[in-house]
């Protein structure tokens, strides 16, 4: 039976998306399982239309239930940052293969949705120079993973049966040395069934070795590869034998003679009707027996990644003096002066054994290499031993993990089995939620020396900071662009050293309207606390929140935006990265990106969540909400860390 949809399938359903979507405008993106997503698009002569998406196995315009609206994990949440509002400027076939691509054109910008649909294929977003922005699963092709910030790579190419000549068709055949039909599969891109319809056409006998093939019979398979491959006509069809659903078709075909048909008026309604059917249906499971099901699956992809980690531990310990090469290869670049990017570019030409093991290197050092056929994730400002340490932690923290896993599965086996759950050894502590400092109604930051930093919430806060907290002595900083908090040094009449004056600095233009504007950098000044007044120029007013800056300014230019948020003393901190990462743990760093800070707090709690074991004292101290209160307007995400 069929498992998804052929080459011939996808540029037909290609003809069908572009009579049906495309100058349409996309909605939202929904994912149900790790392969499926659903793509809201408005058509211009349909109206609202949903998308099936299914990696590996077909699209097509589907008038089946759509998932419930809910927290969209990544992928789906950057179709959305990226394509919700666009127009659909573009649906192509990549060289008659199993890929289908859609191209969004938003806000000058263009963006390229791709969906493979070869076994294991992915569903990837790119952008205009093929980039990938983010992946629905990670692949691996040709020993590298498939990730983000990487060019995209296409599957090798076959003979496109469409176009193929016929010289080449008879090189292919004489030098395939298998028969006709697998001669045809492997080497010109199509099903089993296209290449028995192929044969059947030609007349001649699929089994025979194609190398033996005449000159006649060599015309008659290419004659053939024409009228399969350039029929353009459409009759969508399911193909039944003994009533049950066979085959899925554009087109019909003479090998299917004799069968029933069961005819529908686009090809995507016949997709829908025949994968519906094909599909298993799943038997309705006991809600703890499911949950069992997914506990054991994740202990046991715990444990797989964890021996993974350990082996490749292991591994660098075992080729020591390989691994030791390649670093000083880099080692003595950099004493010479040059930088990562600049060695990678001398190594990515070089024919030194060590230069050729070396995948990639960026500009941080992280590098990935081959070494007797394994792949490995190397810092090349750590030894030998620092690497090999690198993955152990890793995996002990995945053994944490695993252990967590089993005692969850332990306790829903016991509910399974009509006990109570297991009641912890020790009873959990109570968190009483301390009493709020004065300042803490407002945007803050203890600098690294020590030196209260406070900034508004919003015009009504920063009126409040000038009328009640604001000293002649004190120092100001504020952006010239709007939306930015009144930020104060409180100096207590102290000299204020330079670092807490770069950290208030980074503060003013990370709360600013830069953050939401997705900037790097930006600018502030800094005045001193008398030159701040609410007395307005004569004849003009001062909204509230707004303030008259007298006298000169301290400009401090391209200050980079960045943020920190983290637990330290029992309470939640957030603000310049070198005020918070030293004191905090754990500790994340955010930067500007695609999500609001609802989602982005949940996903702050949930790695919180992997560190702290105490999960009464992380909601008493670092709840969701509080959470939200340190992240700046604007959307968000977490900044990665190789590892």
Known sequence: MKKAMSNVDVAAMVSELSDRILGGFVGKA???????IWLSVASPAEGRLDLLLVAGRRVNITRTDRPASKTPPQFPTMLRS??????IVQIRQHDFDRVLEIVVERSGASHILVVELFPKGSMLLLDESRTILSLLKKTVYRGSKMAAGEKYLYHPGQLDPQSISLLDLSNWLSSAGQDLVRSLVRGLNMSGTYAEEVCLLAGVEKSKPAGELDETERQKVHQALQEVFSNQTLDPHIVLDNGEPLDVLPRPLQVYQGLEMRRYPTLSEAMDAFFVEAEPKEEKKDPLEKRIELQRAAVEDFESQMRELVAKGEHIYQIYGSVDAILQVVAGAREKGFSYNQIWERISSSDLPQARAILSLDGQGKMRVTLEETDLELDAGLTVAQNAQKYYDRAKELSRKAAGAREAMAITEQLRAGGAAPRKARPAAVHRRRKPKWYERFRWFYSSDGFLVLGGRDAESNEEIYAKYLERRDLALHTDAPGAPLTVIKTEGEAIPESTI?????????????WKAGLAAADCYMIKGDQVSKTA????????????????????????LGLAVGIAEGILIGGPVSAVKPRADPVLEIEPGEFNADDLAKRIYRQFSEKVEDRAFLKAVASVDQIVQFLPPGGSRIKEEMS
């Open 30 to 36: 929904y994912q149900q399982s790790s392969d499926r």
């Open 502 to 514: 770069q950290e208030a600095a980074a503060f003013a233009v990370s709360y600013s309207s830069s």
């Open 82 to 87: 990226r394509l919700s509002g666009g127009r």
């Open 537 to 560: 120029e004569p004849g003009q007013f001062l909204k509230k929140g707004a303030f008259v800056i007298r006298g000169e300014r301290t400009y401090f230019k391209d200050t980079p």
